[in-house]
């Protein structure tokens, strides 16, 4: 398992397709919004910063 680093939950990286190559680090996310709100600003979830969006397909709005 891995943990999406925008909504923090934990996903299985067989069954992802949402991945992103990241300073030669993967990271995997539950759902395509998540991908793409980190590769905006990678920098801020990294540090910690949490999505406050309500696109994640798992969590639900
Ligand atoms: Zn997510």
């Known amino acids: 398992m891995a943990m999406d ?3 923090r939950m934990m996903v299985d990286e067989e ?4 991945t992103v190559d990241h300073k030669g680090k993967v ?4 759902s395509r919004g998540c991908g793409e709100e980190f590769q ?4 801020f979830f990294l ?3 949490i999505s406050r969006n309500s696109h994640c ?5």
Do not use: I, L, Q
Not at 15 to 18: D, I, L
């Open 5 to 7: 680093p925008v909504c």
């Open 15 to 18: 069954s992802m397709e949402w």
């Open 27 to 30: 990271y995997h996310f539950c």
């Open 40 to 43: 905006e600003n990678p920098e």
């Open 47 to 49: 540090a910690g910063g």
């Open 57 to 61: 397909s798992c969590c639900g709005p």
